[in-house]
């Protein structure tokens, strides 16, 4: 391939009449406005204006590319002109959903909902009802009683309220209430141990001339009186075992005393209830 001399042969050679000079110069140069201006479209790539050019110029490949180039640059141009068209449309559908969310947001603040319109409408009753009745004149009865049954009502509420809260009290109380015996037990304890010593003094005491009487009337002792007593004593005594076993150590040393009391109480008891027995035998 040699440069072109501008020899014009290949302009008489060319069977559509076109310029393939100054084609071949326009696609050289990348100027495909002009080349498509010259009618490029035109060209049958019959390949006469090469064959006859005497610089050897492959002008017909040259013609072929710069088609290719120019149908490549339409397209481009095609799809981005597609794509500006998407665009547009894709803006105006968000402003339009932007117009109706705002249209929207108006209504709403503007008309409430059904639920908040049953509470506006049951406010609005109320504050109507009491315009109505203070509007009203009141008029009293001579010899009608007061209708009391809100305050009434209302008292019982707090009645009601009192009650619970003091037996929370109650229940904190208790909860709290072991340490506190516990504190007081011990002179307790001791106020119990004395009476029921003295309590068995005096059953000791009664005890003797008991047993005299038995002796010169042993006709007037009843065996089941003595039988049932030594049974309630034994139970007594039972009992007071089985509560000193249910107890918390913490009540052990006064449940002790008082298990210990019963105990001899018991002995005291059966004890006396034995030497009616032997009387009456």
Do not use: M
């Not at 490949?61 to 397209?75: G, N």
């Not at 609005?124 to 305050?151: C, F, H, M, T």
Request: aromatic share 2%; hydrophobic share 40%.
């Amino acid at each position: 391939e040699k440069g072109c001399i501008r020899c014009s042969a290949c302009a008489d050679a060319c069977p559509a009449d076109l310029l393939p000079q100054q084609l071949y110069w326009f696609s050289k140069g990348q100027q495909h406005d002009k080349a498509t201006s010259h009618n490029l479209a035109d060209c049958i790539e019959c390949g006469a204006c090469a064959w006859v050019c005497p610089s050897n110029i492959p002008l017909v490949q040259y013609f072929r590319q710069e088609k290719a180039e120019i149908y490549a640059l339409a397209q481009e141009e095609k799809r981005a002109a597609e794509a500006k068209l998407r665009f547009e449309a894709r803006q105006a559908r968000l402003e339009r959903d932007k117009a109706a969310r705002l249209e929207r947001h108006k209504q709403a603040a503007v008309q409430p909902a059904a639920k908040d319109q049953d509470a506006i409408n049951a406010a609005l009753a109320r504050v109507r009802e009491k315009q109505r009745d203070a509007a009203q004149p009141i008029i009293v009865l001579s010899g009608a009683k007061p209708d009391n049954s809100e305050a009434i009502a209302a008292r019982e509420a707090r009645k009601a309220e009192a009650r619970a809260r003091k037996a929370q009290q109650q229940a904190q109380s208790n909860v709290a209430g072991p340490s506190s015996d516990a504190a007081v037990d011990p002179r307790k304890a001791a106020v119990e141990a004395a009476i029921a010593r003295a309590k068995a003094r005096k059953v000791e005491q009664q005890a003797v001339p008991a047993e005299d009487a038995a002796a010169e009337q042993p006709a007037a002792v009843d065996p089941r009186k003595a039988a049932v007593e030594a049974a309630i004593a034994r139970a007594k005594a039972r009992k007071a075992e089985q509560q000193q076993q249910a107890v918390p150590p913490s009540a052990a040393n006064d449940d002790a005393r008082k298990a210990a009391v019963a105990e001899a109480i018991a002995r005291v008891q059966a004890r006396k209830a034995s030497r009616q027995a032997v009387n009456e035998d």
